[in-house]
């Protein structure tokens, strides 16, 4: 089974310019999350779809990100335009839909966001 | 807010020697899951233990969940130098994770 897929891996940018990340999930699961990840702390999760729907954006910074996942399947996080303290790691991550089960979540390798 | 804090933040031991973490949290949770992140890579699932579970086992790990206490635990055995990476506690509820902010867990040959 293929794990989940992310491109770029790694981008170095200047503040104000844009960027794109993508993601392609594991076939089949319905559930999508991007995380944010600052050097040294914790993945901090940005927002949350369920086939394409959003289910939780409370915590991404709606002025300057958005995401959108078309057909329930691959999701792009646009930064636009980007902060020095958007430099981090940008993982996605997903997981099947079973009702009244644990969720299990699989992580990509990340892109690497760099801004100057 | 990040809640599932890890202590300690670092862990330096040797080859074959246990490895503790631990976790602690201020929420109910329905789960609680462990997470390994190799230097500048994703997070790889280790193991889950639900709310009502009190201790569950994979191989060389061993978790131990106490909900009176909010606290949670991740025993590594005979640690390995490929076991060298951040530990995460992350707490699940409502489909979605809040993680804390990692062990990095060093084991020198």
């Known amino acids: 089974e293929a794990g989940v897929a992310q491109s770029p891996r790694y981008k170095i940018i200047e503040k104000r310019q844009s960027v794109a990340f993508w993601c392609n999930p594991i076939?089949?699961?319905?559930?999508l999350y991007w995380y944010q990840q600052i050097l040294g702390q914790g993945p901090k999760l940005l927002i949350q779809?369920?086939?394409?729907?959003?289910?939780?954006d409370s915590q991404l910074p709606k002025d300057r990100f958005s995401a959108e996942r078309l057909k329930g399947v691959d999701s792009t996080l646009k930064i636009q335009p980007a902060k020095l303290e958007d430099s981090a790691v940008y993982l996605c991550?997903?997981?099947?839909?079973?009702?009244?089960?644990?969720?299990?979540?699989?992580f990509g390798p990340g892109t690497r966001l760099l801004v100057l | 807010s990040q809640q599932g804090e890890e202590d300690p933040q670092a862990l330096s031991i040797q080859e074959g020697e246990n490895a503790t973490m631990n976790c602690s949290y201020k929420?109910?949770?329905?789960?609680l899951q462990w997470y390994r992140q190799n230097s500048g890579r994703g997070l790889v699932h280790l193991i889950l233990?639900?709310?009502?579970?009190r201790e569950k086992h994979s191989g060389r790990l061993r978790v131990t969940l106490d909900t009176s206490k909010k606290s949670s635990s991740l025993l590594i055995t005979a640690s390995r130098a490929a076991d060298t990476a951040s530990y995460f506690c992350?707490?699940?509820?409502?489909?979605?994770?809040?993680f804390g902010k990692g062990t990095l867990l060093t084991v020198n040959p």
């Open positions: 779809f369920q086939n394409n729907g959003v289910v939780d």
């Open positions: 233990i639900r709310s009502n579970e």
């Open positions: 929420t109910s949770i329905n789960n």
């Open positions: 076939s089949g699961h319905a559930t």
């Open positions: 991550a997903s997981s099947s839909l079973k009702r009244d089960s644990p969720q299990t979540q699989y």
């Open positions: 992350a707490r699940g509820s409502n489909y979605k994770l809040t």
